[in-house]
């Protein structure tokens, strides 16, 4: 794991996140999602340098898109925002399960 995903995890693993469940490396047809909410159909992504050349983030529309038409959320944050505090992208995290729950 990368330093941000470790710190990420370290925020869910164990339900530690507000109660929910997350796992981590989950296969999902062709692709591995980063951290995977099964409950919320959510999954997390962090992206590092090589996500900011042009055909990665091509390559990561065509995933996103075909994660989506499975019926997934993806949130995608930089691993500085990680490294730095993973606060903001928790409050993100919390904000999409609660607009699933009504």
Not at 32 to 41: I, N
Not at 53 to 71: C, G, I, P, V
Request: charged share 25%; net charge positive.
């Amino acid at each position: 794991m990368t330093i941000a995903e470790t710190i990420l995890w370290r925020a869910l693993r164990g339900s530690r996140f507000r109660h929910i469940k997350f796992r981590r490396q989950v296969p999902i047809g062709p692709y591995v999602a980063d951290f995977l909410c099964v409950e919320y159909r959510l999954i997390v992504e962090l992206d590092g340098p090589p996500h900011d050349e042009a055909e990665q983030k091509s390559h990561d529309r065509k995933r996103d898109a075909y994660l989506r038409a499975m019926n997934y959320e993806v949130l995608r944050f930089p691993n500085d925002l990680i490294i730095g505090g993973c606060d903001l992208a928790l409050q993100q995290i919390q904000a999409t399960i609660m607009s699933k729950t009504g």
